[in-house]
């Protein structure tokens, strides 16, 4: 059973830290992992539904990768990360598997959803993305996962785009308003210039690395109004993956209601579970297009 208390916004923005003791205590409720990569040690925390109990089988499963839960500067985490906790985000699990027909699983990025670290100094960063691919190994190996259906939000969509690079067991990538290539989206929004080193990870600089799998199907989903990842940026990507012959669609839907244009996460998270449940593209395209205004969502 989760524990019921909520997540707390202020050591979001101070950093989480969790022991390995106490890490091994949520272990046992199944909603924690310890990972080690990338030079560091953290707790993973993971919210999940319609697993089997390990060691499984469990053929394939969805699994989202939140956005970012803080500001430009920092120091504001009360939007995302307030007013609920691990009990409500198993039973956002528990909807999405009985939607899906398949298991569900949300996975908290360093230092947000309860996840150890400090988020603002790790996101987009290389040691972030070695802890997602670790987390990843680690939950396949407990619950015997066959494949994942990757979905991802924003920075959450950024580093699916990693994954793809790094993984050879993505049934499903789908990439929701993600900067999959980060210099061209820091490029268009002014906040670096051609000549300045990136020291974060750029996932269009990883596109020769993608394994080939005819069976592996890729949705690139963002709204072309969009002025805070730039559509043309989601675009250039996308004519990556297509140049050197990946499956993969691009679906442009005019459909985020935020100001910027940004919010597609009800959309993504719906192509990743009709992906994970193997419905056809057509479909999937289809309901995207004819998905209702979707309500407020406390996750990202």
Same mark, same amino acid.
């Given at each position: 059973?989760?524990?019921?208390?909520?997540?707390?916004?202020?050591?979001?923005?101070?950093?989480?830290?969790?022991?390995?003791?106490?890490?091994?205590?949520?272990?046992?409720?199944?909603?924690?992992?310890?990972?080690?990569?990338?030079?560091?040690?953290?707790?993973?925390?993971?919210?999940?539904?319609?697993?089997?109990?390990?060691?499984?089988?469990?053929?394939?499963?969805?699994?989202?990768?939140?956005?970012?839960?803080?500001?430009?500067?920092?120091?504001?985490?009360?939007?995302?990360?307030?007013?609920?906790?691990?009990?409500?985000?198993?039973?956002?699990?528990?909807?999405?598997?009985?939607?899906?027909?398949?298991?569900?699983?949300?996975?908290?990025?360093?230092?947000?959803?309860?996840?150890?670290?400090?988020?603002?100094?790790?996101?987009?960063?290389?040691?972030?993305?070695?802890?997602?691919?670790?987390?990843?190994?680690?939950?396949?190996?407990?619950?015997?996962?066959?494949?994942?259906?990757?979905?991802?939000?924003?920075?959450?969509?950024?580093?699916?785009?990693?994954?793809?690079?790094?993984?050879?067991?993505?049934?499903?990538?789908?990439?929701?308003?993600?900067?999959?290539?980060?210099?061209?989206?820091?490029?268009?929004?002014?906040?670096?210039?051609?000549?300045?080193?990136?020291?974060?990870?750029?996932?269009?600089?990883?596109?020769?690395?993608?394994?080939?799998?005819?069976?592996?199907?890729?949705?690139?989903?963002?709204?072309?109004?969009?002025?805070?990842?730039?559509?043309?940026?989601?675009?250039?990507?996308?004519?990556?993956?297509?140049?050197?012959?990946?499956?993969?669609?691009?679906?442009?839907? %005019?459909?985020?209601?935020?100001?910027?244009?940004?919010?597609?996460?009800?959309?993504?998270?719906?192509?990743?579970?009709?992906?994970?449940?193997?419905?056809?593209?057509?479909?999937?395209?289809?309901?995207? %297009?004819?998905?209702?205004?979707?309500?407020?969502?406390?996750?990202?």
């Amino acid at each position: 059973m989760p524990e019921k208390a909520n997540f707390d916004p202020a050591k979001v923005v101070a950093g989480i830290a969790i022991t390995q003791q106490e890490c091994a205590a949520l272990e046992q409720k199944n909603t924690a992992i310890w990972v080690q990569a990338g030079g560091a040690s953290v707790c993973m925390r993971y919210f999940a539904a319609g697993l089997a109990f390990a060691p499984g089988p469990n053929p394939v499963a969805m699994v989202w990768l939140n956005g970012d839960v803080l500001g430009p500067k920092g120091n504001n985490a009360d939007k995302r990360q307030s007013g609920f906790g691990p009990r409500e985000m198993v039973a956002l699990e528990q909807r999405l598997s009985s939607e899906f027909g398949v298991p569900a699983i949300f996975l908290a990025r360093p230092g947000t959803y309860g996840s150890a670290g400090k988020h603002f100094t790790m996101r987009g960063r290389p040691v972030e993305a070695a802890l997602v691919d670790a987390a990843l190994d680690g939950l396949k190996e407990r619950y015997g996962i066959g494949a994942f259906a990757l979905g991802g939000h924003s920075g959450g969509g950024t580093l699916v785009a990693e994954m793809l690079a790094r993984r050879q067991d993505l049934r499903c990538a789908v990439i929701s308003s993600g900067a999959s290539a980060y210099r061209a989206y820091l490029e268009a929004r002014g906040l670096l210039k051609p000549s300045e080193r990136l020291t974060r990870f750029d996932p269009y600089d990883a596109l020769d690395k993608i394994p080939a799998d005819p069976q592996r199907r890729i949705f690139v989903i963002g709204d072309p109004r969009e002025t805070n990842v730039p559509f043309s940026a989601q675009r250039l990507y996308f004519e990556g993956l297509t140049a050197r012959g990946h499956a993969a669609w691009l679906i442009p839907l %005019q459909r985020a209601s935020d100001t910027r244009h940004h919010d597609l996460v009800d959309f993504g998270e719906l192509a990743d579970g009709m992906c994970a449940a193997g419905k056809s593209t057509k479909a999937i395209i289809a309901a995207l %297009q004819a998905l209702p205004e979707p309500p407020p969502r406390l996750s990202n």
